[in-house]
């Protein structure tokens, strides 16, 4: 039998820097929202319009800038460095529903997250996703 996912997408940290920080941040998006998905069925016994709701609190803007706010004193310079080049990316686009602030802090939590798992960093990435969908 095939595997689901193939290793053909890693990448070395360095070719994965270079990339435009939309593209991290698009491949983070599906990456955090598959996680949240998971989390949510997990731990919630509801209907899927439900459970939609309950994800959407994570996977909205506002969600993800309150989750990079526990992060931040947790990253790596490297880490660091990955955030604010996303963060700090010049955009023409913002959500419909966010404050600008918010859309880049997200933009920026979603890169990274893109960005470790681009470059194979599965156990970090698991600390990253895990603090972030922490209760308060």
Not at 5 to 16: G, R
Not at 69 to 94: C, D, F, G, H, W
Not at 98 to 126: F, M, P, W
């Amino acid at each position: 039998m095939e595997k689901l996912f193939e290793n053909d997408y890693i990448l070395e940290k360095e070719k994965a820097k270079l990339l435009n920080p939309t593209a991290l941040a698009f491949v983070g998006d599906a990456v955090y929202t598959l996680y949240i998905r998971g989390l949510v069925v997990k731990t919630h016994d509801v209907l899927s319009g439900k459970l939609h709701l309950i994800a959407t609190n994570y996977v909205k803007a506002q969600g993800q800038s309150d989750a990079i706010e526990k992060l931040l004193p947790q990253l790596s310079e490297e880490e660091m460095y990955i955030y604010k080049r996303a963060r700090n990316y010049e955009t023409k686009s913002v959500a419909k529903h966010a404050n600008i602030i918010d859309y880049k802090r997200a933009t920026g939590l979603e890169a990274l997250i893109g960005y470790l798992y681009l470059t194979n960093q599965v156990d970090r990435l698991n600390e990253i996703l895990k603090i972030c969908t922490e209760q308060k």
